[in-house]
């Protein structure tokens, strides 16, 4: 596995498809983006993503941005419903991981569904912890 920097029309459109695919984001707060919506999100010098290839084939997108303190990064992952369960979140998560500490950042952050079993024990396998800033709440009127 590797991950690198989109360079092409094609890196952007894959993580367009990504993202945009149903099956993909059904745990996301996300829209359908175009290739030049994806390209747009690297312009803030703060930004930065990465497509993970898998012995050739593009299987997710990988996300971090540098928050004001510089010190913290905010990351997202996607892998294609199709490559799940193959152990690439986990082996992307830690290259993502080496990235940051080139950046300089100290602690890397991220957002979960509580429903997104999958996902949390992940997290909580490589070493993330709940900080339970957040509680999500609704009412039926």
């Known amino acids: 596995m590797k991950i690198y920097k989109p ?24 829209r359908m983006i175009t290739a030049q919506d994806a390209k747009d999100r690297i312009k803030n010098k703060n930004n930065f993503t990465y497509i993970v290839e898998v012995d050739g084939k593009r299987v997710g997108n990988l996300n971090l941005r540098k928050t004001d303190e510089n010190k913290v990064g905010r990351l997202g992952i996607i892998i294609d419903y199709k490559s799940q369960g193959k152990g690439y979140g986990k082996e992307a998560m830690g290259l993502l991981e080496e990235e940051a500490k080139k950046l300089g950042i100290k602690k890397l952050k991220l957002e979960v569904f509580v429903n997104n079993k999958v996902a949390v024990n992940l997290y909580k396998k490589i070493g993330f912890k709940e900080t339970g800033w957040m509680i999500v709440m609704e009412k039926k009127i």
Request: charged share 35%; aromatic share 16%; glycine share 0%.
């Open 7 to 30: 360079k092409n029309l094609e890196d952007f459109k894959f993580i367009a498809k990504l993202w945009s695919e149903t099956k993909n984001n059904k745990f996301m707060l996300t």
